[in-house]
């Protein structure tokens, strides 16, 4: 399967780097907007989480359409995953499961102070506040996660894999998710 290829490479290539993906979605227009973010860990089968703000314009996004492209290139292997599914935010509100409690809650508890500050910093995309910036201190790993945190949970289901370091021609294969059981396809390229 499409994840087992995405776990070799993640044992092979443990640079912080090759956890890098980018994310696409899609705005109240329709408009694409994509950026970088960082593969936190795996919650299901099919589903990867990243952590954000919830005050970030691809949250509002996710909410008003879940449907998310992830591109994640392993530059070192020369392979690439497009991830396409449905993404659901773990904001800590709501009616929220225990089981979606407990995974918000283990993936702050692993986050760095670095990352962890950040969900302190004042609203993203406001005019510059420099001294309110500065004086954000990290909320600790200990306490309850603050509401501007949430995790995204990406649940996968198709996956376009390029694998380039293949010979004579690349290798490109369509997995597709159809009633729970996973479908693999090798395509031209
Ligand atoms: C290397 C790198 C990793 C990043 N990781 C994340 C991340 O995991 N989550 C996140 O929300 N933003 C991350 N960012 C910042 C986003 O790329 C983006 O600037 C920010 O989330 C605002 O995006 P938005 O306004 O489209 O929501 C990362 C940026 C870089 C350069």
Redesign the pocket.
Do not use: L, N, Y
């Given at each position: 399967m499409w994840r087992q290829g995405i776990e070799q490479l993640l044992r092979e290539y443990s640079s912080v780097t090759a956890r890098?993906m980018v994310l696409a979605t899609a705005d109240a227009a329709g408009l694409p907007?994509a950026?970088?973010?960082?593969f936190r860990d795996w919650v299901d089968t099919n589903a990867f989480a990243?952590?954000?703000?919830v005050r970030?314009?691809?949250?509002t996004q996710l909410t008003n359409n879940a449907r998310f492209e992830a591109c994640w290139y392993f530059g070192e292997a020369r392979r690439q995953y497009r991830l396409g599914g449905t993404a659901r935010i773990l904001d800590g509100q709501g009616n929220a499961t225990p089981e979606d409690q407990a995974c918000r809650t283990r993936i702050w508890q692993g986050l760095s102070e670095a990352t962890r500050a950040q969900y302190a910093w004042p609203t993203?995309?406001e005019p510059l506040e420099p001294a309110a910036l500065e004086a954000a201190t990290a909320p600790p790993a200990e306490q309850a996660a603050p509401s501007t945190f949430c995790v995204v949970v990406c649940d996968v289901d198709h996956v376009d894999e390029l694998q380039l370091d293949a010979s004579p021609v690349p290798n490109r294969y369509e997995h597709r998710r159809i009633d729970g059981d996973w479908t693999r396809t090798a395509l031209n390229p």
């Open positions: 890098f907007h950026r970088t973010v960082v990243i952590v954000s703000d970030h314009d691809k949250i993203p995309r």
